[in-house]
């Protein structure tokens, strides 16, 4: 019955975005006050019917239904409560139905806080969106249902795969969604703007916000992912520049560039064209990655659903979706203005130049990632674009973009001096120059990397220091919040790349064959092996390593990495026992029995500094929500205001 | 009128990503084809005493077809090869890859045997130097020796039909 | 115990240790690294546990006990299995566009963005 009743209430959903989309666009096309104001309800009932059916999805997940075909391949009766519900969005069907649902909650929340917007913004707005929710029903149902039937239901599932039963993996879509989605209203403002083919400094003033938060989900989602790759897979890696880890960065890069070219537009009502194209880009990376992930066009770890028919299907829609607002944008862009007026050298400037790094930097992700396709489709062979090619031009064009860091939020709106830049920097750069060569030599030997990455990392904190205590200085009181937020973002920054210099440049394993009573050394602690005993959980079966950590002849802790069996699919699985600490993780991780007198084989890591780089993601996080939450958003739009920030 | 360049630059990426739908990003294409096929002198299955080296078919066409008894998808080809033995069009030959000499025999012995003959290897040492690196593979080698044409995965009728065997008459020429 | 072993060795991705000479190891396991599997081709030659891979690490061990450098092995597996199997795209006349053309792109938005801000002064 409940299949049934999800099944229906999509359709309905579907027929209400249809009319989501027509109306209150004719309606602001004709002016005609009554069909534009029919983008809010219909909004919202789309919602509410989306949420239906996935409230249904869920249940039936909850209460182990297997006559769904999608409940008997991704779950199982043994599987705990929050993972049978986790599993609702652990395919391919159900996590394209959790991106339809976070769609229509974007799509609530613009109809209850635009009550400031002109009219007929909102109803293009809200058709936008509408047809992206028509595009993803649409998919939903013809390709990819999630409520089909089996005629001869199993007595068990096939269990959801072990790798997602994890509390981080739980999180991961929702947030990584949260974000992708979020940009389809920046997406919506930017298109609604050329079709009504005017964009003052007011649309990207109510941009901000929009983009600011959904950049800090997907910020968080990224951040999730990477961390339960550290912890789960057992590599010790946290990044591997696999395309779909790339199809989420992407995203992020390119709407940093947004928020920051946002901030010019909304300050000078200059460089809107560049805007809007960001706009558009952001939310078709995140279009991008998602076929990319379902198609079977690349390589990759996560390999979805690779279904060539469903990724037929999604690149007509990118191709209606995307091509037809760059089509958009090569008919009005022009219509939408010029404007500002700010020197060569200015914090206008230095955010535009990051701008272009950043873009840069997302252009040859996007590169790398599809240049194997590129060469094969070609003709020309085949050939592997990998993490030494990424790091490399990445690391390239973002040194630059992280000295920048530090200057643009020093230097003046609208007109800066590049000597007297320097003068109140000097000591800045002093310290932060001086410490990074001398630092690595007190951790472990110098090495030139991290030398460079320690002093970006201080040069973006000790600048960040430097203009907060001019500011106080000049007597200019208490900051608005936005300003906190992006020091604190710039922060969270510059922690991350300290994170990530210092794990890399000093970072150690070890991967030995441990007998009973065996010690291994590293990072200046002992690991005793202790043996493996066979402990059953609750859906699976696991060999139980224990191993103490000795320091000093002192046993610090005492870790027990596991290697588990799962019970309904025979899957195997590491599970990592990792001790972390501020300045260091311990990492170990459970091989194989080896020989015949219960040895095994156990691979040691020592990562210095590893947390920080997810301390950093979650400093931007916060610096982001609280930009979001400053005072010039909260409160209704009135005269444009004066302070700086 | 640059404005119109993202879209002239996206329109050029769809083409490619539906390109990219027609192909199999897991496959990996031989780089030795139109190389010489790698020599090798291996013991025959069925008599171990003998070997059998590539240069043996010089003035040839024959095809060389990679096999294990624990293979799942070998069985797969196994009719299509059967025909194609007795056909006559083409010789095939099989290397027998990282597999017990017993288990192989008593694999031929029930499904039929399809090879003028198998070589053993055992250690996958040959297979590395052709670049299999999943069974079955399957080389279309020509009177000179060069590799024209690599399987990868079973053989199957369409294959056979529309692509082995045009070659497989024209290099006979 | 057993039961888990068996399956764990069917089932599992993950590498088997090493060998006696620690020194060759950790050269056979640094050039592992950078090599894609075949087989699991989202594990590195290093970290895979696919029979192939051993089978190509010993091939590597091998060829680095007889003397061998880097180069001439990676050109050995290059030659059979083709660029695929590296991590690093080589720089060749396919991949001009792959290692410049981020650095043409940032010459170029440089450019562009310094021509768009004298103009705006104007």
Redesign the interface.
Known sequence: MLAEIGQFSLIVALLIAVIQVTLPMIGATRGKRSWMAVGIPAGRAQFIFVAVAFGCLAYLFVTNDFSVLNVASNSNSQLPVHYRLAATWGSHEGSLLLWTLILGFWTLAVTLFSGHLPKEMVARVLSVMGSISVGFLLFLLLTSNPFIRLSSPPSDGGDLNPLLQDPAMVLHPPMLYMGYVGFSVAFAFAISALIGGRLDANWARWSRPWTTVAWTFLTGGIALGSFWAYYELGWGGWWFWDPVENASFMPWLVSTALIHSLAVTEKRGAFKSWTVLLAIAAFSLSLLGTFLVRSGVLTSVHAFATDPKRGIFILCFLGIVIGGSLLLYAWRAKQVGLGGNFDLVSRESFLLTNNVLLAVAAASVLLGTLYPLFIEVLGMGKLSVGPPYFNTIFVAVMVPAMFLLGVGPTARWKKASLPELAVRLRWAFAASAIAGIVIPFLVSGWKPRVSLGLSLALWIVITAAVSLWERLKNGMGPQPRSYYGMQLAHVGVAVLIAGITLVTGYQAEKDVRMDIGDTVNLGGYDFRFNGVTEVAGANYLAGRAEIEIIRNGRMVRTMYPEKRVYNASGNALTETAIDSGLFRDLYLSLGEPVGQNRAWSVRVHYKPFVDWIWAGAVLMMIGGGLAASGRRYVKPAGKQRKVES | MRFAIPFVIFLLLVVFLAAGLLYDPHEVPSPLINKPAPAFQLAQLHEPGKTFSPQEMRGQVWLLNTWASWCVSCLEEHLVLADLARSGDVPIYGLNYKDKRENALALLRELGNPYVLSVLDTDGRVGIDYGVYGVPETYLIDKNGLIRFKQIGPVTREILDKTILPMVTELNQ | ?K???V???I??C?????SDNRELEKRV?ALSR?L?C??C??ETLA?S?A??AA??RE?IREQMKAGRNDKEIVAFL????????????PLKP??Y???F???L??GG??FA??R???R??S
């Open positions: 115990m039961r888990l072993a399956v764990l060795a089932f599992s993950f590498r088997l240790f090493a396991m950078q894609r075949l087989v081709q989202n970290d546990q029979e192939l089978d190509l091939q290059t030659d059979r299995y083709g660029d695929f199997v590296l991590y690093r795209p396919r991949t566009v792959l290692w053309g981020p650095f792109l940032l938005g440089l963005l310094y768009s801000l004298k705006l002064g």
